[in-house]
Structures are given as C-alpha cells and as structure tokens.
C-alpha cells in the first residue's frame, strides 16, 4: 500500500502525509493519555491499541477502503 501510495502521490507529497499522520497520532494519542489521567494506571496496551487504531484508519482512507469488518472498531 505504501508503494502505491508513494508513486501515485509523489515522494514530496508522501513524506509530508507521513511527517501529518505523525504528528495528528501524536496530539491523538497525548490527548488521550491526558484525558485518561496522563495514563497514570492506564496500561500500555490499551494506548498502543488506540494509536494502532488510528494508524490503521488513516491507511484505510487513504487506500479508499473501509476498514474490514473483523478489525473494525
């Protein structure tokens, strides 16, 4: 999917999507801890399953596809 991503949107325009999708993961998932009390208590699967759940999204929409069924959440 990169791959394809990469040559249809150009290599400039690809490293820029990346360098967004970085840093909109990275507000979601600091707003996340600070809503959950700076995951003091919150275990480290449950913030590594919320940021997976936003990586896999975007790549969805970005491949024009709706996330599968046995994986959506």
């Not at 360098?19 to 600091?30: D, E, V």
């Amino acid at each position: 999917m990169v791959h394809y991503v990469h040559k249809t949107l150009g290599k400039d325009t690809f490293t820029g999507l990346i360098t967004r999708l970085h840093q909109n993961i990275i507000l979601k998932l600091s707003a996340y801890l600070e809503e959950k009390g700076n995951g003091v208590n919150r275990p480290e699967r449950e913030i590594g399953e919320a940021a997976l759940k936003d990586w896999w999204n975007v790549w969805c929409k970005l491949a024009g596809k709706p996330v599968p069924e046995e994986i959506a959440w």
